[in-house]
């Protein structure tokens, strides 16, 4: 082989490098499910996460990482956030798009910390832990609500920085019991200026960083007729002043902070709204640039990310189950979130083995209403679910079966009436509920599915059902899914059953299945 033909062949491969090394990096988005409100810290050789579920029980999911990239939930900050009828959907109320908004996640001193804010309880509320996998957090809480804040240690003192707009701090007592008085005061007056004057929606989200001794006050604000945009402060001292400039404005991509990668190189976490689905994950990588970080290639979020390449949502994220238990406990996945509070002595894995049972203890009228629904996340770019049910336990009344739980919500099931099954397809919206067809059912056993496209922000579901699990057919319209601020979360898949008769019916599911 001549020299010539040599350097042609390490000429070619050279080139078809960047290829090869492009298909195994990650790309944005990193989550393609609804994780908003991101907040991100470094431990060693770990990254912890955690998020927003509002509503859902347990509540603020703790999530780890290796890269940044592959993410799984390895603990709550609460089981339940308060013992009161909102989150317990009693007396005609509910917690739909409230329960705990965006968090903020520390390490200091050998603790983690979880600061979270509650417009339903009036609270804010700080969860600490020295292992954030073990599952147990220690709660403070006190009055007020503070609004999206961010917890900051500084100089041996305790702050919170929180507000819309205008960016307010105050200082925390020592033991996470209150304010401290007199210290609360204005940090920026108007945060949202950077992005211009004309602001649909005030700057918030904060999250503060301190890097190589300087402070980096983070926000997302939104000009009317633009896009979400991310802005960012700095000061030399905690308490000003702050000099702002806008950090990146593209796909609406913002609200977030800093954090550094494995390598040492920096990103800036932040999310995307993307319609039914949710406002899911995205990374942007950081240069710092005369002491300011600068976010994207060219103020542009790239798609990929020299990161390695996700291994999919599975298991971290969310996950199929069998329900099959070894030491047959009532236990469930971490994946697995109520919708509100649930009632315990009403689910379980123990009455039939390999089953999960939904028993009803009350009266109910419609799917938003249910006590005992048992959800996980959608996910895109496709994604559908599969259930296996029996219908034995079931009392005149009775609706059970799978659906999509959103305030525009879809469902298919199994409903009893006179001592007779019908397979039945219902939608609601506007807390009005129908059904759109209902199909005579006379076995014991009915497979349930729904598939999701979220390709695009198409946003349509449709509902099948099956005999056997094996010959599907369509039941219902298309669901067109909306995100609705009413619930401000994305589409979940969810397992229910609910008496609208009598109590004491209970529903068996088989299994639950995920594919993309």
């Not at 995307?272 to 995205?282: F, M, N, Q, S, T």
């Not at 005999?467 to 229910?496: C, P, Q, V």
Request: charged share 25%.
């Amino acid at each position: 082989m001549n020299t010539r033909t040599i350097s042609l062949l390490l000429l070619f491969f050279m080139m078809s490098l960047p290829k090869v090394f492009a298909q195994e990096q990650a790309e944005n988005p990193i989550i393609f499910a609804d994780v908003p409100d991101l907040s991100m810290v470094k431990h060693g050789d770990n990254y912890y996460m955690s998020s927003t579920t509002m509503h859902m029980s347990p509540g603020v999911p703790i999530m780890k990482s290796k890269d940044l990239v592959n993410w799984e939930i390895v603990s709550y900050a609460y089981d339940t956030l308060a013992d009161i009828p909102e989150l317990k959907l009693e007396a005609g109320k509910n917690a739909y798009g409230r329960g705990s908004w965006a968090s903020s996640l520390r390490f200091h001193e050998g603790r983690f910390y979880v600061s979270t804010f509650s417009g339903t309880t009036g609270k804010t509320y700080i969860f600490s832990s020295e292992d954030p996998e073990s599952g147990k957090w220690e709660k403070a809480s006190f009055s007020p609500s503070l609004h999206d804040n961010s917890l900051v240690f500084d100089n041996g003192k305790v702050y919170m920085i929180y507000g819309g707009g205008s960016i307010r701090i105050v200082e925390l007592e020592s033991d996470f019991s209150g304010v401290k008085p007199e210290t609360d005061h204005v940090l920026i007056e108007n945060a949202s200026a950077p992005a211009g004057e004309d602001i649909m929606l005030p700057a918030e989200g904060s999250q503060l960083f301190k890097h190589d001794g300087k402070y980096y006050l983070f926000h997302i604000t939104w000009p009317r007729n633009g896009m979400r945009t991310v802005v960012i402060h700095r000061a030399d001292n905690l308490l000003g002043p702050y000099k702002g400039k806008l950090a990146l404005q593209d796909l609406g991509v913002a609200q977030g902070g800093l954090i550094e990668g494995p390598d040492g190189n920096w990103f800036s976490y932040l999310f995307r709204d993307y319609g039914a689905v949710g406002r899911i994950p995205y990374l942007v990588p950081v240069e710092w640039k005369d002491g300011w970080p600068v976010l994207g290639k060219d103020g542009k979020v790239p798609e990929k990310l020299e990161l390695p390449k996700s291994k999919g949502l599975i298991p971290g994220i969310v996950a199929s189950d069998e329900f099959k238990r070894e030491n047959v406990e009532n236990s469930l996945p971490l994946v697995w979130q109520w919708n509100h509070n649930p009632e315990h002595d009403y689910w379980s894995l123990k009455e039939k083995q390999g089953y999960l049972r939904l028993t009803n203890f009350r009266k109910d009228t419609t799917f938003l209403q249910t006590r005992n629904t048992l959800t996980q996340r959608t996910f895109g770019p496709k994604s559908s679910a599969e259930i296996s049910l029996e219908l034995g336990g079931l009392k005149n009344g009775d609706v059970a079966g799978l659906g999509l739980l959103q305030s525009k919500y879809g469902l298919v099931g199994i409903r009893k009436e006179k001592d007779r099954l019908s397979l039945i397809s219902m939608k609601g919206e506007n807390g009005k509920n129908w059904t759109e067809e209902s199909i005579p059912y006379n076995l014991e056993t009915v497979f349930l599915k729904v598939v999701c496209d979220f390709e695009n922000k198409k946003d349509e579901a449709q509902f099948y059902f099956s005999e056997d699990g094996e010959n599907w057919k369509s039941i219902g319209s298309i669901l067109k899914m909306e995100y609705k601020l009413t619930h401000f979360m994305g589409y979940r898949f969810a397992l229910f059953n609910y008496a609208t008769q009598e109590t004491g019916g209970f529903a068996d599911f088989d299994y639950f299945r995920i594919s993309e």
